[in-house]
């Protein structure tokens, strides 16, 4: 499974690719207004980071300006994804955008059907926010499954990207319904390396080579 930062914070992006797993970010307005930087600069910098997609968000709410949006945001660089919210001029905007083979993410996804028309529409990418949905008392990871249900009955190549990802058992859920994508905070991606067993494991075994005796 592909691992993606859902972040706009450069330093974060910066010390995952040093670990060598990152395979993509994905930002959204709220993180590029926690930089508190200009929009532009961060995605360049990201860009420029990353081996991998990009995806950059739309705020236009017509199809024609999502467009218009999406075609000066792939400007960027050749691995950015336009991110389009999942409504009527979206779905619109997505069937244009990848007429012209711009890559596109359909985001703030919340049921099978919605997905089923994002890749009738030719999307790239289908975000479903499987924290919020938890957060709202429906088991989010259900949602991955039935849309991996319906993408493998009608062959869709749509990808799924796992979103709104709270906890290392999201994406452990995600890997096993075969979600080709899971993308998350710098604090998830943490914790699926920690584990304490690990920890006192690796103490013990240094302890232990100091009663080896030197030769
Ligand atoms: C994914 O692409 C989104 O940026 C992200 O996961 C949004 O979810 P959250 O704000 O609920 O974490």
């Excluded at 075609?71 to 660089?77: G, Q, V, W």
Aim: aromatic residues 6%; glycine residues 6%.
């Amino acid at each position: 499974m592909k691992l993606f930062l859902d972040t706009a914070d450069v330093a974060q992006i910066r010390e995952v690719r040093s670990w060598g797993i990152l395979d993509g970010v994905t930002t959204n307005p709220t993180h590029v207004s926690k930089t508190g930087r200009p929009a532009a600069d961060v995605y360049r910098e990201i860009c420029s980071l990353v081996d991998g997609p990009v995806s950059l968000e739309t705020l236009s709410l017509n199809a024609d300006e999502i467009v218009a949006e999406g075609r000066k945001l792939a400007t960027f660089h050749k691995n950015v994804v336009v991110k389009v919210p999942l409504m009527k001029e979206g779905l619109k905007a997505v069937k244009a955008l990848s007429s012209e083979g711009i890559k596109t993410n359909v985001t703030v996804t919340f049921s099978p059907l919605q997905a089923m028309l994002a890749a009738k529409c030719g999307a790239t990418y289908i975000s479903p926010f499987v924290g919020r949905l938890d957060a709202v008392g429906h088991v989010g990871m259900d949602l991955v499954r039935q849309i991996k249900t319906i993408y493998s009955n009608y062959g869709f190549e749509t990808e799924i990207i796992v979103a709104a990802v709270r906890h290392p058992i999201h994406v452990l859920e995600a890997a096993l319904a075969g979600a080709e994508i899971c993308t998350m905070s710098f604090d998830v991606l943490q914790q699926l390396y920690q584990h304490p067993l690990t920890d006192i494991g690796i103490e013990m075994f240094l302890n232990d080579w100091k009663k080896v005796p030197a030769s």
